[in-house]
């Protein structure tokens, strides 16, 4: 186990290009926010697909929002954002398995139904894509279109690197991947004001047996990004 210039621990099953099962990859270029929509521009496709992974209360929203709206202030209609929480599975079937209390878990998303959106929207044109009512915590489908002139979809969610069965068949989809860094201490923080409409023992057990739990699972099961910045 090696550890990376940000005090991240590698613990790999990368499964990455070069072979790398199981070892840290240093290939991560740091970059700085403001930059992001730079590189994006640089991507010479017809329709690119943008991974913007992090751990819950990491900001992934928040800054798939930002980029967007940078791209089309240059060129409007040129970039539409796509949210993995679209892809959770009905609460009903949750509870059946007994799931219900790790929502947001990598087993609570219908990776395949993900996939098969992101095929897609590779493949241009205009594509229908799900929502995610937070008040009401249920996916609302074709929410959203991503119409068929957007040539940059940012994908933004918490296991688009992750190498899990399944999972790991989404990273050839994407031509550019970004990784959000935040110290555990930080998410803490954020993710108790997220919660704070609950009692305050409900949104402690949200963010310590489930929210921080599962970004750990990314510390553990990440391939490296191409770029990582700041949260």
């Given amino acids: 186990m090696r550890e990376s210039e940000a005090g991240e621990f590698w613990l790999g099953n990368s499964d990455g290009p070069m072979g790398d099962v199981g070892a840290f990859m240093a290939s991560e270029l740091r970059a700085d926010r403001g930059d992001l929509a730079g590189h994006i521009r640089q991507l010479d496709g017809a329709r690119n697909l943008i991974a913007i992974a992090g751990a819950p209360g990491a900001g992934k929203s928040r800054l798939a929002t930002e980029i967007a709206a940078e791209l089309n202030a240059r060129a409007p209609g040129s970039a539409a954002v796509v949210a993995m929480d679209g892809f959770h599975l009905p609460n009903e079937g949750l509870a ?92 803490r923080r954020r993710l108790l004001l997220r919660w704070q409409a609950l009692p ?32």
């Fill in 96 to 187: 059946a398995r007994g799931l219900l209390p790790r929502k947001g878990a990598p087993e609570t998303f219908d990776v395949a139904a993900l996939a098969t959106t992101l095929a897609a929207l590779k493949s241009g044109g205009e594509v229908a894509v799900p929502g995610f009512d937070r008040a009401a915590d249920t996916v609302v489908p074709a929410a959203e279109t991503v119409p068929a002139a957007a040539r940059f979809v940012l994908v933004e969610g918490n296991y688009l690197l992750l190498t899990r069965p399944d999972w790991r068949e989404l990273y050839p989809l994407f031509d550019l991947t970004i990784r959000l860094s935040v110290p555990e201490a930080e998410l």
């Fill in 200 to 231: 305050e023992a409900e949104a402690r057990r949200r963010v310590e047996e489930n929210d921080l739990p599962n970004g750990r699972i990314l510390r553990q099961e990440n391939r490296a990004a191409d770029l990582v910045v700041a949260g």
